[in-house]
Every structure is written in C-alpha cells, then in structure tokens.
C-alpha cells in the first residue's frame, strides 16, 4: 500500500506482484466467465431456433437464429481476446459447460418458456459482463474493457427485446 505521505504520482493502485498477478487472474477468469456463459447461450438458442412451435413460429425461429448468430461472432472475439491476453482460450462443450453459470434447457418448453429462459439468460449474461468489466478496469484493460462493455449493451439489448414479447 502507498503510505499516504508518499509524492510520488500514481495512476493506477500501488499493488505487489502478488496482488498484480491475482488482479490479472481475475480479469482473465472473468472473460473466460463470459466466453463459457455465451457459449451457453449459444447453444441453448441454437436449440431453441430449432425446437420452438406454435403460432409465433416464424418469427421466434427467425429471432432466436439472428441471436445465435451474434453470440457465435460474440464468442469468437471473446476467445481471441484472451488469446491476445497470452492465456488458451477454453473450448469444447465439456469445458465450456463447466465453467458457465448458466443452466441448460428442455427442448420441451412451449415457446412463451423459451422466450422467459433465454430473456433471464441474457440478464445474467449481462451482470457476468459487468463484473468481468470491474475486474477488466482493476488492471487498466481497455481493451477487455471494451469489448465487456460492448457485450453488456447487446445482453441488455436483447433482454429487453425478449422481456417486450412477454408482455
Ligand atoms: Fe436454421
């Protein structure tokens, strides 16, 4: 910690390499968080696109497939940041699975349960965001940061536009 009588400038936290290192474990740990929780999403959309019925058919086939679409992009940019970061990117279903937060769905769901599910997705999605965005802003990554805020509008986004078809 900098004493408090200390002069010298500090734009970012005084922390020891130990501290620097478990920051920038977090930070890492957080987009992987994110990766593996779109990655989810992913699927279970993909899945959704496919198994959906009823009179809102077409649209929600159509909707579910321009959502799968942006989180398969999403989830490719998400990979090559933690690339550019040095660290593998995790992948597979097995190990993406098992990272992820998030819960995998019955395809038996009637299309309104569907809409409920992906809507809560995209919500917790988005707080996944805003945490690894903390974590990404503790080490002065601005480009994770970036990219976190850029998938926090669009989970946000797309939650609301799921929430307005419940109504
Ligand atoms: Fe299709």
Not at 33 to 43: F, G, H, M, W
Not at 100 to 122: P, T
């Amino acid at each position: 910690m900098q004493s408090p009588t200390s002069t010298t400038p500090s734009i970012t936290p005084n922390h020891s390499s130990t501290q620097e290192g478990e920051i920038h474990g977090k930070n890492i740990a957080g987009l992987k968080q994110v990766l593996a929780d779109t990655y989810v999403l992913y699927s279970k959309t993909h899945g959704f696109h496919w198994n959906v019925t009823g009179p809102l058919f077409t649209s929600l086939h159509a909707l579910f497939m321009e959502q799968y679409n942006e989180l398969f992009e999403a989830m490719d940019e998400l990979a090559e940041r933690i690339r550019v970061l040095k660290v593998e990117a995790p992948f597979g279903p097995t190990a993406l699975s098992g990272l992820s937060s998030l819960s995998d769905a019955s395809a038996s769901l009637d299309a309104m349960a569907m809409v409920r599910e992906l809507e809560a997705d995209h919500r917790q999605l988005a707080s996944q965001c805003q945490e690894a965005l903390v974590q990404a802003q503790d080490v002065a990554d601005e480009g994770s940061g970036d990219l976190l805020t850029q998938r926090l509008r669009t989970h946000q986004k797309t939650a609301w536009k799921l929430a307005s078809l419940l109504q």
